[in-house]
C-alpha cells in the first residue's frame, strides 16, 4: 500500500472557477535550477512552496469534479485535466491573497455575512439534526408493540397537582407489579380516550399496537425502545403527562405497501343478497374470472374516498392505525396483483389487492425524508436545548432564573409579553441573569425578546418567566457557539476557508481577466478587425408572434390570416381596442431554442401556428421567411469577442503565475491514482514541460 501524507484541500464551491481555468500545461524555468518534488514519486505537483501529493490528488479529486462513479474507473486523462486546473485554482488564490484582496472591505463583509448565515443551521444539523436522523433510522427497522397507561397533566401545571398524578401513577404501577392486568387498569385509570374504545382499534385497553421511531413522542418512544419484551417501564412524563408503558412484541420493520380494496357496508342478515359478506364474494367470483378489480371497485366499493380511483388508498405502513384484521390480510400479500378477502372490519368487509410493495430504504435514500420529519418533531426543540444545557456546562456558564423570576414577580403574565421591557423597573434593566464565557446578558436582553413566545403564556407569572428564560439561554447559547464554531470545529473552518478563497479567486477573476477584457475596446476591436468573417450570423427564421391575453382574439386573428390579412392588418385593427391588447414582436431563430418558438421551424414561409399557450398568455407564431446570412457588425459580436479575449487574458495570467509561483506538476505519476498497489512508472522523475 503506497504511503501518502496529509491532504492539501480545497472547495466544492469554488469548483466553478477552476472550471473555468484552462489546462496550460505545466509551468517551468531554467534546467539548472531544482524542482521541487521531482525526485519524489509521490509529489505529482509543486507550487508556490508546497508539495501535492497523490493522497492529496486523491483526496480533492473526486468530492470536486462532479463524479458520482468510482473515481478509479476515471480515465487517465480526467486525472490530469483535473490535476492542471486545480493547480491553477492554487496559483489564483495565492495570488489574489498577495494581492491583499482577503482583506478588502467588501470581501471581508461577505465573509462574515456568509459565516452568520451558515454558522448556526451548520451547528444544529451537526449536533442535533444528524444524531436524531440517524437515532430514527435505526429504530425504523424494528417495530414495537406497547401498552400504555397516561395520566394527563398539562406542561405548567401546579406543583401540587403534578405531584398527585405522579404518585397516582407509582400506585398503579405497583399493582402492575403485584399481577393486576395491565389493560383492566387502563380501562379503568388511563385518561387516553382510546384505551375505553372498541376492541380491535388502537388503544383499546391502552394497548397502542404496532409503531416505529418518529411515531409517537419522546421520551415514550425511548422507553419504548429500550424496556425489554414484557418488561415495564418506570413512571415517566411528557408533554402530554405522565405513563407507564409495556412491551408486548418487537419486530424486523415490515416495508410499506400500496394497496386498493373494495369495501361493502354491513346490511342484511346472513345469507340475504344484500348481506356485506354475500355481496363481497360475488364480487370476489367475478376477479377470480378475470373481472376488472378497478371496475368493480368503481362500480361496487361504498368507500367514497377510494372508489373513483378504482380503490387506490395509496401507501400504507404497518404502524398505520387501521384494523388489525385488514392490516395482517394486506400485509400477507406478497406479489402485486395478489387479492385478499372477503375481510371484515368494523367498517365493513373488504376485498384488498396489494399494487406495489416498497423496499426499506438505505441511509441515504431515507435522509431527506428523516430530516422532513424530524423537522417536524418536538424532540428537535427538546434536543436543542439539550445541547444549550451542555454547551453551558463545558463552557462554566450559569443561567439566575430565580434572579429573572423575582424581577418580574407581580406583572401578569400576559402583561409580560407586550409591555416595554416586560414591565421590568427601571433599575432591574441592567441586572446581569446569564454568563457565557465572556459573553453577559441581562434582564433587559431578556424582556426585548418577551414577544417572541407569541403571546403563549403560562397559567401564572414564574411560570411564564421561566418558559421565557429556557427559550432565550437556548437561543443565545446557541448563537454564541455558532458564532465560535470557525475556530472549535475543523470541518466549519475548512468550509469558512474554502469560502474565502472563493471569493478572493472570483475577485482576481474579476479584476485581472473579466472587466479587464470587457473594458479593452481597442484590444476587442483589433481582435474583430483581424477575422470579422469569423463572426456571422446564418441562415434565420424571421418568427412574427401575435400575443395577446384573449384566447377569441387570436383565433380571429388566425382566421384573418388564412383569409390573406397582413400582419400590418391585424395589428392596426385591434390597435384600438382597449379591452383586448394584442402585441407583434419578431424574433430570428437559427435553429432549435427549446421554446414555444421551434414550432416555426416546422413551417414553410407564410404559414402559421395554432393559437399556443405560453405562460398566462396566448400566442400565434408566423413563419415570415429567411433572413439570410451574414457578417455581424462588432456590436453584435461583442459578447464573443469579449469571451475569446477572456481566455486569451486568462492564459496569459496561469503562465504568468506558473512562472512566478515555480509550478511544476509531474502527471504522469497520475497512472497510480486510485490503486492499492503502484504500478511501474514511466519517467517518474522526469517532470512535465509546457
Request: charged share 25%; glycine share 6%.
Amino acid at each position: 500500500m503506497i504511503s501518502r501524507s496529509r491532504p492539501i484541500t480545497w472547495t466544492a464551491p469554488v469548483a466553478l472557477f477552476i472550471g473555468l481555468s484552462l489546462a496550460a500545461g505545466c509551468g517551468s524555468l531554467s534546467r539548472t535550477m531544482p524542482i521541487p518534488g521531482a525526485d519524489n514519486p509521490e509529489v505529482v505537483a509543486s507550487f508556490h512552496g508546497e508539495l501535492l501529493t497523490l493522497y492529496d490528488f486523491e483526496a480533492n479529486y473526486a468530492p470536486h469534479t462532479g463524479s458520482h462513479s468510482d473515481p478509479a474507473t476515471d480515465s487517465l486523462s480526467s486525472y490530469r485535466d483535473f490535476l492542471e486546473r486545480y493547480v491553477d485554482f492554487r496559483l489564483k488564490v495565492a495570488a489574489a491573497r498577495e494581492a491583499g484582496m482577503d482583506t478588502r472591505p467588501d470581501i471581508l463583509e461577505e465573509i462574515q455575512s456568509y459565516r452568520v448565515r451558515l454558522a448556526r443551521p451548520f451547528l444544529v444539523e451537526k449536533e442535533v439534526i444528524d444524531p436524531i436522523i440517524r437515532t430514527l433510522y435505526e429504530r425504523r427497522k424494528e417495530m414495537v408493540d406497547v401498552s400504555h397507561i397516561l395520566l394527563t397533566v398539562p406542561e405548567n401545571a401546579p406543583a401540587e397537582d403534578t405531584l398527585a398524578a405522579y404518585r397516582k401513577m407509582q400506585v398503579l404501577r405497583d399493582s402492575v407489579l403485584q399481577g393486576v392486568d395491565f389493560g383492566s387498569l387502563a380501562v379503568r385509570h388511563s385518561q387516553d380516550p382510546s384505551a375505553r374504545g372498541p376492541a380491535d382499534t388502537r388503544g383499546a385497553g391502552g394497548r397502542l399496537g404496532f409503531f416505529t421511531g418518529g411515531d409517537l413522542v419522546e421520551p415514550f418512544e425511548s422507553f419504548a425502545y429500550n424496556i425489554p419484551v414484557g418488561g415495564l417501564s418506570p413512571v415517566f412524563r411528557t408533554r402530554f403527562g405522565y405513563h407507564m408503558l409495556t412491551v408486548h412484541e418487537r419486530k424486523p420493520a415490515v416495508p410499506n405497501i400500496r394497496i386498493s380494496h373494495i369495501m361493502i357496508r354491513h346490511a342484511g342478515p346472513p345469507g340475504d343478497s344484500t348481506n356485506a359478506l354475500v355481496r363481497a364474494e360475488a364480487l370476489g367470483k367475478q376477479l377470480d374470472e378475470g373481472a376488472d378489480f378497478a371496475q368493480l371497485a368503481k362500480d361496487h366499493s361504498e368507500d367514497i374516498m377510494s372508489a373513483g380511483q378504482g380503490g387506490d388508498v395509496g401507501t400504507i405502513a404497518y404502524t398505520s392505525p387501521v384494523p388489525d384484521t385488514f392490516k395482517e390480510a394486506a400485509f400477507a400479500l406478497m406479489e402485486p396483483g395478489d387479492i385478499a378477502g372477503p375481510v371484515e372490519t368494523p367498517f365493513g368487509v373488504h376485498l384488498i389487492r396489494l399494487t406495489e410493495r416498497e423496499k426499506l430504504p438505505s441511509f441515504e435514500e431515507a435522509y431527506e425524508d428523516l430530516k422532513n420529519l424530524a423537522g417536524r418533531l418536538p424532540r428537535m426543540g427538546l434536543a436543542e436545548e439539550a445541547l444549550a444545557r451542555d454547551i453551558i456546562q463545558s463552557g462554566h456558564g450559569r443561567v439566575d432564573t430565580a434572579l429573572a423570576v423575582r424581577a418580574f414577580a407581580g406583572i401578569p403574565p400576559d402583561s409580560i409579553l407586550v409591555l416595554p421591557n416586560g414591565g421590568l423597573d427601571e433599575s432591574a434593566i441592567a441586572d446581569t441573569f446569564f454568563v457565557l464565557g465572556d459573553s453577559t446578558w441581562t434582564l433587559g436582553h431578556l424582556a426585548e425578546t418577551a414577544s417572541s413566545l407569541n403571546n403563549r403564556s403560562g397559567i401564572d407569572t414564574e411560570s411564564t418567566v421561566r418558559a421565557l428564560v429556557s427559550s432565550f439561554v437556548t437561543d443565545a447559547t446557541l448563537n454564541t457557539e455558532a458564532a465560535l464554531l470557525e475556530e472549535r470545529d475543523a470541518e466549519f473552518g475548512k468550509i469558512m476557508q474554502e469560502f474565502r478563497d472563493g471569493l478572493v479567486l472570483f475577485a482576481l477573476m474579476e479584476d485581472s481577466v473579466w472587466t479587464a477584457a470587457d473594458r479593452d475596446s481597442a484590444a476587442l476591436r483589433t481582435r474583430y478587425g483581424m477575422q470579422p468573417e469569423a463572426y456571422r450570423w446564418p441562415d434565420r427564421i424571421r418568427a412574427i408572434s401575435l400575443q395577446s391575453a384573449s384566447d377569441s382574439l387570436l383565433q380571429d386573428a388566425a382566421a384573418r390570416l388564412d383569409a390573406g390579412a397582413s400582419i400590418a392588418d391585424i395589428h392596426a385593427l385591434y390597435a384600438a381596442d382597449t379591452l383586448h391588447i394584442l402585441h407583434a414582436d419578431t424574433t430570428l431563430l437559427a435553429d432549435s431554442s427549446g421554446s414555444v418558438y421551434d414550432r416555426v421551424l416546422d413551417l414553410s414561409e407564410g404559414e402559421h401556428t395554432e393559437v399556443l399557450a405560453l405562460r398566462n398568455m396566448r400566442i400565434i407564431l408566423v413563419h415570415d421567411g429567411i433572413e439570410p446570412a451574414r457578417t455581424k457588425t462588432f456590436e453584435e459580436a461583442r459578447t464573443e469577442i469579449v469571451s475569446e479575449h477572456q481566455k486569451t487574458l486568462e492564459k496569459r495570467l496561469i503562465a504568468h503565475l506558473r512562472k512566478r509561483y515555480n509550478a511544476h506538476t509531474f502527471p504522469d505519476r497520475l497512472v497510480r491514482a486510485f490503486k492499492e498497489e503502484a504500478p511501474p512508472m514511466e519517467h517518474a522523475d522526469t517532470p512535465a514541460t509546457p
